[in-house]
């Protein structure tokens, strides 16, 4: 999606509709601010406050996320292509999401090692040997909670017999076994547990 022509698409309505940021934004309960972000081109509007924001600016979601209006006889062909857009956005901003993830976990592990090394083998009074390790644990632990909160809320898990795709709850996700970010969880669906693996999608 083209944020720059959505922005300047918002900004066109917003205009034709007789409202200032200010005036849009407090119909739509947010700060002008995040009015101005739409409008430049720095961000989009959540799909919770489309439709209220459409219905203000007299336009469809389609239109929004195509940055013009649209005749009748394209209507069909973008949709399909902002529905194609909004896809590969959620795929790729699950995707960053797990390799935050990464990026948060290994220096953490890899730091706690280190740390484990020196109050093991180095010269430390037994207060500072112990004062590293509950480091090295409370650290550890406060970035594990904080990856499997990263992990359960980017992409799904597929069941491996009914194939279907959900978000479990943090604790579901959290208390289940797993290897790498594949955990053995029991499906909504169809009741069976299994190893379920992480995707980016709900759909194939």
Known sequence: MDQIKIGRFIAFCRKEQGMTQAVLAEKLGISDRAVSKWETGKSIPDSGIMLELCELLKINVNELLSGEKIMSESYDRHAEENLLAMKKEIEEKNRQ????????????????????????????????????????????????????????????????????????????????????????????????????????????
């Open 97 to 204: 999401m797990l390799k935050t993830e990464y990026m948060i976990s290994i220096p953490t592990v890899i730091s706690g090692l280190i740390m484990c090394a020196v109050a093991a083998f180095a010269e430390l009074p037994v207060w500072l040997r112990i004062a590293l390790i509950v480091l090295v644990f409370v650290m550890i632990f406060t970035v594990a909670f904080i990856a499997v909160g990263i992990e359960q809320k980017a992409g799904y898990y597929e069941c491996q017999h009914c194939h279907h795709r959900y978000v479990p709850t943090y604790w579901q996700t959290n208390l289940a076994m797993h290897m790498g970010r594949t955990r053995y969880m029991k499906c909504p669906e169809c009741g069976k547990r299994s190893w379920q693996k992480k995707v980016l999608t709900k759909e194939d």
